[in-house]
């Protein structure tokens, strides 16, 4: 008999707060009625400057099917969080899963590009990825390396050896799901080797949180250039000394005014 649910989460925290974030994004875009089209990532939306659609289309899923296959596989893959024996463990998942959302996204722009431009292929123009799928191929392909023992356990009675289960899964994927992004779980595989391999090493939690600080400012960003994200309620002005700052927030709906002024006396005045 299994352990209690209970036991195994505490023992993947990070898998399952990565699965509890994606199932409550999945159910906000039901809710919203949104489609793939406003969070996925294409060639056309990257060249528009939408680079935040890196970060929203990994953590998107349209179907609940899709959601369930990535996220029974990904938690299959949680063991990794129990391999700190091996090198790998709860801050190694969190380090490369950071480095795998960022990375893979990239590469299957840079595919797109070269498909475009070199081969002329502008059918991958329009072509929208969405979905957690390159994490989950990266995640396979790294324990497949580290790990090829374990098992990859899928809706609880697929096992399959987890060796062969990038390529087994990429094949499997594309023959049932034609709608599945072939090029988007191939980046997944070609990072995940590049992680296990060590030609991409060396992150820490400094380099991870720095990392982090830079995709949240990239991700705001690109959110406002693209036009997605209005920050014009905060506005810097100069006063009569321009050495103090002032501060204004502007709320346009109520026609009401919060002015915060950075005065020599120390007042603040509250409009």
């Known amino acids: ?3 209690p649910l209970f036991y195994e989460i505490l023992e993947k925290p990070a898998t399952s707060c990565i699965i509890g974030i994606c199932s409550m994004i999945w159910f906000y875009i039901q809710k919203k009625n949104i489609g793939y089209s406003h969070v996925g990532l294409s060639y056309e939306t990257a060249v528009d400057g939408h680079y935040w659609r890196i970060i929203t289309s990994a953590f998107s899923h349209i179907s609940v099917i899709h959601l369930v296959f990535n996220m029974s596989a990904l938690w299959s893959l949680g ?3 129990q391999l700190g024996h091996l090198g790998l463990g709860v801050e190694y998942y969190l380090q490369y899963t950071l480095v795998l959302v960022v990375l893979s996204g990239v590469l299957v ?4 590009h070269l498909l475009i431009q070199r081969f002329k292929l502008e059918y991958f123009r329009r072509v929208t990825a969405v979905g957690y799928s390159c994490v989950v191929f990266g995640w396979m392909t790294i324990l497949s390396v580290k790990q090829p023992s374990s098992k990859l356990d899928l809706f609880g009675f697929l096992s399959l050896p987890i060796s062969f289960a990038p390529f087994e899964s990429l094949i499997f994927t594309s023959i049932i799901v034609p709608q599945a992004s072939f090029l988007g779980h191939l980046s997944g595989i070609v990072v995940g080797y590049a992680i296990a391999w060590g030609l991409i090493h060396g992150m820490s939690n400094y380099w991870a949180l720095s990392l982090l600080g830079w995709i949240l400012l990239a991700f705001v960003l690109s959110l406002k250039r693209s036009g997605a ?3 014009n309620f905060l506005e810097i002005e100069s006063v ?7 501060v204004r927030f502007l709320a346009s709906s109520s026609g009401r005014t919060l002015q915060m002024s ?5 007042n603040v005045e509250i409009v």
Request: charged share 15%; glycine share 8%; net charge negative.
């Open 240 to 246: 009569t000394d321009p050495s103090l700052p002032s």
């Open 229 to 231: 994200l209005d920050l």
């Open 109 to 112: 722009l840079a595919m797109y």
């Open 79 to 81: 063991v990794v969080e």
């Open 262 to 266: 950075a005065l020599p006396n120390g």
């Open 1 to 3: 008999m299994g352990k």
